[in-house]
């Protein structure tokens, strides 16, 4: 089903080359922002020129309809070129067919960008004219953003003791043969303190995470390491996480701890299962596929993880948000076989994960952009309700007191960001 709250009419795109504007992430809107930022470099947007809401299982497929229609009767002016310039959209989509919450698509009025040194300033207008948008605006201000905020998160629905017996329940029920694999999730909650800038959060993430992707679409907020489809015409990439381990105190116990994790049967195991998910699903719509031979070991701040980096060809006309539909839900986020996992999921969680572990991302007009999986995230409500949430794949050699320190360890990103 899809519900349009705004009405799309034409729209008028121009995009124009910027001087520096200093830290992306400052110029999004405090109050409702909109990033999808790594290494400084990427896209913000201010405001909303359009928004789309979707629900159920056909929520990317139309969402890649109403684009397409959108994008069939847009003027768009971009001398500049670059990814992210011209029309673009957020968005961020559910983790279940069946959420109660929606999928979102954000056309912003402004997105201000950086990519290669270059900056620039996308300007998006909805009224109808005979004349392009012209402007000559070649600088804008840097704002001001509040100071850094904290938010104490104590246990939400599912605290450490209660998940510690899911992960033993899915054990036993994964030795009984039921599936290989089951990602369980536990969640955080807090309150924003009123009148916080939540761009402060965003680079707080930007700092400590550089590497990951820091994110911003609807109130839900992180910093992400893992590619789900980024498209470069008919060129596909992707970067499968499973398997992970605290960093060492120090060089020598730091050394040890990524030796032991690339020796780990059971992260090897929980590895090559969602290796073997992506693969699958990309075999019908992609093809001239290269994978890593062996998992390399990708070293976050907080942790280590086992990582492989995927390479394909997709037909003419294929854009991200079509692979990131057909990708979703891989094994690192659902489990092994993805149906009996993702039901096995909603029985043991008993809570609606919204857009936590779902596609989060943007979409060109050409039909390229980057889809990353929502992790290392929390949802920040109208009321200021902060919900953060961390995962752990499980599977039959999975000890229940590892996996919630494993889960402890995935939200220090949004637990340090909001200490």
């Not at 201000?112 to 998006?124: C, D, E």
């Not at 402060?200 to 109130?219: K, R, S």
């Not at 730091?254 to 090897?268: M, N, W, Y």
Request: with cysteine; glycine share 8%; hydrophobic share 45%.
């Amino acid at each position: 089903m899809t519900r349009t709250t705004t009405a799309a009419p034409p729209l008028t795109v121009s995009t124009r080359i910027l001087d520096d504007p200093g830290a992306v992430l400052r110029h999004t809107l405090r109050e409702s922002p909109l990033a999808f930022v790594r290494n400084g470099d990427g896209i913000v947007g201010i405001g909303e020129a359009l928004r789309f809401t979707f629900s159920g299982p056909d929520r990317m497929r139309e969402a890649s309809a109403v684009w397409r229609d959108l994008v069939q009767d847009a003027e768009v002016d971009d001398p500049v070129q670059l990814r992210g310039t011209g029309l673009v959209a957020f968005g961020s989509f559910t983790f279940a067919d069946d959420s109660a919450e929606t999928s979102v698509l954000v056309v912003p009025r402004v997105v201000i960008g950086r990519r290669r040194g270059k900056a620039w300033l996308t300007a998006v207008d909805t009224t109808p004219g005979p004349e392009p948008l012209a402007f000559t605006r070649t600088s804008v201000p840097v704002p001001h953003v509040g100071p850094h905020v904290s938010v104490a998160l104590g246990p939400g629905d599912i605290d450490a003791d209660a998940y510690a017996d899911k992960v033993a329940d899915a054990v036993r029920r994964i030795t009984a043969g039921d599936a290989e694999k089951v990602v369980l999730a536990r969640d955080l909650v807090g309150r924003l303190p009123e009148g916080a800038d939540r761009r402060a959060v965003l680079l707080d993430l930007a700092e400590a995470y550089p590497q990951c992707v820091t994110f911003a679409v609807d109130g839900l907020v992180g910093a992400t390491p893992e590619t789900l489809a980024r498209t470069d015409g008919t060129r596909l990439s992707a970067r499968v996480l499973a398997g992970s381990a605290a960093r060492g105190s120090d060089p020598v116990s730091d050394r040890a701890a990524a030796e032991a994790l690339a020796a780990s049967t059971k992260d090897v195991e929980e590895h090559g299962f969602a290796i073997q998910s992506l693969l699958a699903a990309l075999r019908p719509i992609a093809s001239d596929l290269r994978v890593d031979p062996e998992p390399f070991r990708l070293q976050l701040p907080n942790l280590w993880h086992l990582a492989t980096d995927v390479q394909a060809t997709l037909p003419v006309g294929t854009t991200s948000l079509d692979v990131a539909d057909a990708l979703h839900p891989t094994a690192a986020v659902a489990g092994t076989p993805t149906d009996v996992a993702v039901r096995l999921v909603a029985e043991l969680e008993g809570v609606d994960r919204g857009r936590y572990a779902g596609p989060v991302g943007w979409l060109g007009a050409n039909g390229d952009g980057e889809w990353m999986l929502a992790l290392r995230s929390a949802r920040v409500s109208d009321d200021g309700t902060v919900r953060a949430w961390a995962g752990a794949g499980i599977v039959a050699g999975s000890d229940p007191a590892r996996e919630v320190a494993e889960t402890a360890l995935k939200f220090r990103p949004m637990t340090d960001a909001l200490a």
